[in-house]
């Protein structure tokens, strides 16, 4: 069992306490991470503040020289990091797991190494010339969640470094030791101070949301830790960026196939078993289709073999900590009480493991903590709707507004009504797919600002208006 430390300045730092982090399909301890003091905690700006200045000169075409070499890195120990990976967050291997995380983060990271972010000229002509230039902000702190640890620290901190600014991460204390490995790997390729990494216990992201040596703040997790980040943040005038938590709802509109559109919808609500801010939690079926989706989203559902990650035939592994079980596990219970009629899954098996089966529950609605809150595991509510117009109305009614999405076998039927969805993200006979050229964040209480792509890369920028 090793035992992690900070990386701080290009340094590994020890620390005088530790915590054991546990393999949800086993239980066993995978490592000990350690947990940083205020003291740590100011080293490691420090260190990233005197990096700042020499990083954000660097020329234009170096950094993205060593973006690349970033995902070089996370390509060469790919193997490695997924096996850590499953070890500790629990998704498999094989299918969308740990394999299909570690490649994400190599896409993104070389997409956004090509990026550019040119001088835009306002005017020039005779009376002047007027431009506008984007320049990196300085420290960068980062806060990122446990169901993808790896992929979404890239999504902080690369941009943020292809920018010019230079980072503080602080992983999840459930999943922090894939994010100091990644950390450990990257300053391979990296100068000293411009890549740190903190680790702890949950008063560590408060700690670092009212630092005054961070000039922005970029977090992903639930809507309310994301209000309390923001509260924290407001004395020091921190710039954020937050992505929160999502409720999103899907439509299947009366002339869908069920049959047809079944894969796409299970794995939009079952996707890293859930766990995925953007995945279909609320599916809205009309009554002539009802039936006929529910069973065969439940077909589905009986082929796909969920165990312990390290086995390469599983596709589905446990819920990732006991909190999180124990909502499911609540959410269902409650859902049954209120005559929600569970087609398959409903109740954990015997034996270790955080292991909760695919459960899709029917005849349920609105009002319903099963439908209102987000579950955030391998649970899907199918609501019965009478009229589309009234299915939108439903949709809309929560007061978050990540991702949502219309299946139908007519295109621009499905595009009208996913455009009339009050989110960030509308797919069509989709859900959930989300790539490094398109922005993507939330509306309501599912964040502010976007990531990826050009505009994502803006983000961690200022703007200043040069007049000549």
Known sequence: MKRYELLIDGKAVATADHFAVHDPATGAVVGECPVATRADLDAAVAAARRAFP????????????????????????????????????????????????????????????????????????????????????????????????VLIAIWHVVPAIRAGNTVVIKPSPYTPLSTIRLVELLNTVLPAGVLNVVAGRDDLGQMISEHDGIQKLVFTGSSATGRRVMRTAADTLKRVTLE???????????????????????????????????ALKRLYVPDALYDRVCDALVRYAAGVAMGNGLDEANILGPIQNRMQFDKVTALVEDAR?????????????????????????????????????????????????????????????????????????????????????????AWVNNHGAIRPDAPFGGVKASGIGVEFGRQGLEEYTSIQVVHQ
């Not at 002047?128 to 980062?142: A, F, N, W």
């Not at 869908?256 to 859930?274: M, Q, R, S, T, V």
Request: glycine fraction near 12%; charged fraction near 25%.
């Open 337 to 425: 009480t209120r005559g929600g009629r569970i087609l398959c899954g409903g109740a954990a098996p015997e034996g270790p493991g955080l292991f909760y089966p695919v459960t899709i529950v029917a005849d349920v609605t609105d009002g319903m903590r099963i439908v209102d809150e987000e579950q955030f595991g391998p649970v899907l509510p199918v609501i019965r709707y009478h009229d589309v117009e009234d299915a939108i109305a439903r949709a809309n009614a929560s007061e978050n507004g990540l991702g949502g999405s219309a299946w139908s076998a007519d295109v621009d039927r499905a595009r009208a009504v996913a455009g009339r969805l009050e989110c960030g993200t």
């Open 54 to 149: 020499l990083w954000s000169a660097v020329p234009d075409a170096e950094r993205k020289a060593a973006v690349n070499r970033m995902a070089d890195v996370i390509h060469a120990h790919m193997e490695e990091l997924a096996e850590l990976l499953t070890r500790e967050q629990g998704k498999p291997l094989n299918g969308m797991g740990s394999r299909f995380e570690l490649h994400g983060a190599e896409g993104w990271a070389r997409h956004t190494a090509s990026l550019d972010l040119p001088v835009e000229v306002i005017q020039d002509d005779a009376k002047g010339r007027v431009e506008l230039h984007r320049k990196p902000l300085g420290v960068v702190g980062s806060i990122t969640p446990w169901n993808f640890p």
């Open 244 to 278: 929160l938590g999502g409720n999103d709802a899907g439509i299947v509109l009366p002339d869908a196939d069920p049959e047809a559109i079944a894969e796409k919808l299970f794995w939009g609500a079952f996707i890293n078993n859930g766990q995925t801010c953007a």
